[in-house]
């Protein structure tokens, strides 16, 4: 996980849409993000960010949005499905 | 309009259930999804034989209900459709029609009426699903259901259902009972018959500027196909102009009034049928189907014994031929309605009877036709 | 604006009303995405979709999004969507339905869709509930479950989806959930590239009802159940049957090739055609 602090993750949290389900920060695997009183998810450790995408995959609302990826999505796709299940 | 023949005709022995296929052929229907059903199933074999030679789609599907919505389906992705069923399969496919009465979908379904309720007669004739074609489906909604009482007639209505339901986007009910779907006839084919097909409107203007169900002075909305560009939404349920679900009053009830003007603003073009007699008719049987048959025997033979008897045949149910039925109300004293149900068309008939015109009925229901003789009988009894 | 909300924000038809109408963390969401997703990276068009539905939560996904879409009456999509695929073949015809909609009062169209092989693929949301009524039980809730109408027991097996969709004939039987949201991407990928009839079975939750009613908690708790039940293919392979007790499968379950309608409907107008020039 060394080379993750440069390239920042900015993780976007469009509270128009989201309902506060509270499913991205329950499966975020990095423990990035946290809920406020209302329930609704704020990135609380954004250095930790390992920017695989699942919050964003798993949102029903399409209210997340991981901004830069270190890898380009559809190589995260094979080699993410098998190790996570 | 039938020109003389200048060039060659063809002349067919033809059964009333082939003829409404040759007729669905000629209007351009390329699919037809149905299912087994006495008196009806001629349709669907000689559908599965005619469609692949022109190119068409036959499918048999598991039951009516999917038949019925194959075919709204296909008429969605533009092809002309239709299926054919009796009474029990009818009864299956009501839900569907009711959709598409909503989504405003052309289709043709034809009911080969047989003895009912339930299964019934399955071999023999009855007219009794005449109101079951007008409010067979749950909700308020319009209708056009057309009777042919010959196999030419069977052959030309069904024309003239394609092109209804394609000028109107409505369902069109070709109702024919058992008699006329299974019996033969010879009939007269012209090779230069002009004969009018109408396909449903379309859009004229690019996609970002469709509205899909916009109320047009005709009433009816253009029509885009699927996977023509116009990616519109279609729903059973109530819509606004643009497709979407809607419960918005304001919306609803100008949708559902529109549904309505569709067909009682061409109320002129839905009136088929015919006169026989009846200008100084004291008596006029009104009649349709194979009954209008034996009517017309009956009225030219008491002709002959110098009594004033018409005849009106009905070849639209629906619509209710108001206009024609006030015509002869007016002329004759007395009005015989012979059917094989419990006085369907009738009830009809006496609600838009506003003289002293007395209205009888015969109604027979024994699943065999009403013979010239028996009509004859009546009208001596009641004349 | 990153790729995927990028991505997701193409398809969606943007003069609808978002947020969605669907309840806070259910998984309908996830799988639209997925199938947005899917979409995309097969290639298709807007114009060549035609996205059908039927009645239910699922039933409201079409109006979403920017396609040719159908929302037709409960459990008749597919017999909807065979009529369009067969009028106008180049059209990529993609079903969605729920448990009920699709083995329910759409069972008997499911069943025969498989066993004609129809090119087009079904996904189905299968919450093992009627969410959108209220929470009554349907086809795939399991026995001693509570719902709003078994209340005292609930007395009836449920469906393998999956195993009905094999055994009816489909060629191509994938099943993902709604927790597992990459394997879902793939999974539709590979059953829109199937030619034939590809059903999809993403298992989901209802939280709002069959949760509540289950006492399973929210929408976490229930994908969590996901996670822990769920086992990949390849890996149930290597477990005994006593492991796989309370498990389910997820992955490709069968992936064949079969004679697809149409090309065989072909065989018939060719024989037709040459029959009427004799």
């Known amino acids: 996980m060394s080379g993750k602090k440069e390239k920042k993750t900015k993780i976007d949290i469009f509270k128009g849409w989201c309902k506060a389900c509270g499913i991205c920060e329950a499966f975020c695997p990095a423990g990035v993000l946290a809920r406020d009183e209302a329930g609704y998810p704020y990135v609380k450790f954004p250095e930790k960010c390992i920017s695989c995408g699942w919050c964003e995959l798993r949102c029903p609302d399409f209210a997340i949005t991981v901004y830069k990826k270190d890898k380009d999505f559809k190589e995260i796709d094979e080699e993410e499905t098998k190790n996570t299940l | 309009m039938k020109k003389k023949p200048k060039t060659p005709y063809k002349e067919f022995l033809l059964q009333g259930n082939e003829a409404i296929v040759e ?23 000689a559908m599965s034989v005619k469609l692949p030679q022109v190119g068409g789609t036959y499918i048999q599907m598991e039951d ?6 194959a075919v709204i389906g296909a008429s969605l992705a533009g092809v002309k459709s239709m299926t054919a069923t009796s009474g029990p399969g009818f009864s299956l496919m009501q839900e569907n029609l009711g959709f598409a009465i909503m989504a405003e ?3 043709v379904i034809v009911d080969a009426m047989r003895g009912g309720p339930s299964t019934g007669l399955p071999t023999s004739p009855s007219q009794s699903d005449v109101m079951q074609a007008r409010w067979g489906t749950h909700g308020d909604h319009p209708i056009i259901a057309l009777c042919p009482s010959t196999v030419r007639e069977c052959y030309d209505l069904t024309i003239k259902a394609f092109n209804l339901s394609e000028k109107f986007r409505n369902p069109v009910i070709i109702l024919v009972d058992e008699v006329v779907a299974h019996m033969r006839e010879k009939i007269t084919i012209f090779e230069d018959e002009e004969v009018e097909i109408f396909n449903r409107i379309k859009p004229n203007m690019p996609p970002e500027w469709y509205i899909p169900y916009v109320d047009t002075p005709s009433g009816v909305p253009p029509m885009a196909n699927f996977g023509e560009g116009y990616r519109y939404h279609v729903t059973g349920l109530t819509h606004d102009i643009r497709g979407f679900p809607t419960s918005r009053p304001d919306e609803i009830d100008p949708f559902i009034r529109r549904l309505f003007r569709k067909i009682s603003q061409h109320f002129s073009e839905l009136q088929f049928g015919e006169f026989y007699e009846t200008d100084d008719a004291d008596i006029t049987i009104i009649a349709y189907g194979c009954v ?64 002293s015109t007395k209205i009888f009925t015969i109604n027979k229901v024994d699943g065999t036709i009403i013979t010239p003789q028996e009509i004859l009988a009546r009208i001596k009894e009641v004349g | 604006m990153p790729e995927i909300t990028k991505l997701i924000h193409k398809y969606l038809r943007h003069d609808k009303k978002f947020p969605h109408v669907w309840c806070p963390g259910c998984g309908i969401g996830i799988m639209l995405g997925a199938l947005i997703r899917a979409i995309d990276r097969c290639g298709f068009t807007k114009d060549e979709i035609v996205l059908v539905s039927g009645i239910g939560c699922t039933g409201r996904l079409p109006v979403y999004v920017d396609f040719n879409t159908l929302h037709t009456t409960h459990g008749r999509a597919l017999a909807f969507a065979t009529g369009i695929k067969l009028a106008n073949p180049k059209l990529k015809v993609i079903v969605v339905m729920g448990d009920g909609d699709a083995v329910a009062i759409g069972g008997n169209h499911f069943i025969h869709a498989a066993r004609r092989n129809i090119d087009l693929t079904a ?12 929470g009554q039980y349907s086809p795939t809730t399991p026995y001693g479950m509570k719902t709003t109408t078994s209340s005292y027991i609930h007395i009836e097996q449920a469906f393998n989806i999956s195993e009905l969709a094999v055994t009816a004939g489909a060629p191509f039987v994938g099943r993902g959930t709604v927790y597992h949201a990459k394997l879902l991407d793939s999974l539709m990928e590979k059953a829109f590239l199937k030619k034939g009839f590809a059903v999809v079975e993403v ?16 929408a976490v708790e229930m994908m969590q159940w996901q996670k822990d039940h769920a086992v990949t293919v390849e890996k149930a392979a290597t477990m005994s049957e006593e492991e796989l007790k309370g498990k389910f499968k997820i992955g490709v379950l069968v992936d064949k090739e079969l004679p697809v309608y149409l090309d065989e409907y072909e065989k018939i107008r060719q024989m037709a055609m040459s029959k009427k020039e004799k």
């Open chain 3, 203 to 218: 298992i989901s939750h209802c939280h709002t009802q069959f949760g509540k009613l289950n006492k399973m908690g929210g």
């Open chain 3, 123 to 134: 996904i189905i949301l299968n919450n093992s509930i009627y969410g959108m009524t209220g």
């Open chain 2, 64 to 69: 009516e209900i999917a038949s019925m919505a």
């Open chain 2, 23 to 45: 007729g669905a052929l000629r209007a351009g229907c390329r699919f037809f999804a149905g299912y087994p059903i006495t008196p009806a199933t001629e349709i669907a074999e």
């Open chain 2, 292 to 355: 209008a048959r034996s009517a017309k025997r009956a009225a030219i033979d008491a002709r002959q014994k110098g009594l004033k008897v018409g005849m009106l045949k009905l070849n639209t149910l629906w619509p209710f031929m108001r206009t024609a039925v006030e015509k002869v109300l007016n002329t004759s004293k007395i009005v015989i309605v012979p059917e094989m149900n419990m006085g369907q068309i009738s009830r009809e008939v006496k609600r838009v009877n506003k003289g």
């Open chain 2, 105 to 107: 979908v052309p289709c």
